[in-house]
């Protein structure tokens, strides 16, 4: 079956880095994708892995492992702004994407 | 109209009632997809079409129906609501199949 694994929730402290881990089993692979949705709001794209190593972006980094079907979003100098769920996507060998379930990253002051 | 747009906003509906949610988008993308998300589950796809004139299921497609007439509208109906279907509608375009998507805003549904 097709899964994506990411932990429920986290904390961290505004200033700090914060690293989400995602693993994910998917019918072939054709990227992975992360997304940010802060609550009540639409996911908005942040990142996308297709090689393996690392993309960095501004303060976000996301990293990619295929043959150990493993991601991490790497989030620096954190700010309030930052609190939100991070949704890790795979895409499948049908151009899906299958979605983990968020982790709630809660920054605290 | 700028990006993607839905409507309505929010609805409650009496079970056994017919709705469609209604989905534009004004950027020319050529896929379009429905996801429900509900509370500690991951989104799940719906329906999605990957051209005008073609649609596909995805991984909870019973209950609902789409249509893709245009390139900018991509409607979604639920023929006889039931409670289980409570939740909240996103619909998402991407240029094509294999690209980013890009989120409405969402349709909080409630059935009762």
């Known amino acids: 079956g097709q899964n994506i694994d990411q932990p429920t929730e986290m904390t961290a402290t505004e200033g700090a880095i914060v690293q989400i881990n995602c693993t994910y089993q998917?019918?072939?692979?054709?990227?992975l994708f992360w997304y940010q949705q802060h609550a009540g709001e639409a996911p908005t794209f942040l990142s996308y892995?297709?090689l393996d190593g690392l993309e960095e972006k501004g303060r976000f980094s996301s990293f990619l492992s295929r043959s150990k079907g493993y991601s991490y979003l790497l989030l620096k100098e954190l700010q309030m702004k930052d609190s939100a769920s991070y949704l890790c996507a795979a895409m499948d060998s049908n151009y899906q994407l299958i979605w983990g379930a968020g982790t709630k990253l809660i920054i605290k002051p | 109209i700028a990006g993607i747009t839905q409507a309505p906003t929010s609805q409650i509906l009496a079970a056994g009632r017919r709705m469609t949610l209604r989905c534009t988008q004004d950027?020319?993308?050529?896929?379009m997809y429905w996801y429900r998300q509900d509370l500690g589950l991951g989104l799940r796809l719906i329906h999605y079409s990957n051209t005008a004139g073609t649609t596909g299921k995805g991984e909870v497609p019973d209950g609902y129906s789409v249509s893709r007439a245009n390139t900018d509208d991509f409607p979604l109906t639920l023929a006889s609501a039931v409670p289980s279907q409570t939740s909240v509608y996103f619909c998402a375009s991407s240029e094509d199949s294999n690209n980013e998507q890009f989120f409405g805003p969402g349709t909080r549904l409630t059935v009762l």
């Open positions: 998917t019918s072939g692979f054709n990227g």
């Open positions: 950027m020319r993308h050529n896929a």
């Open positions: 892995n297709v």
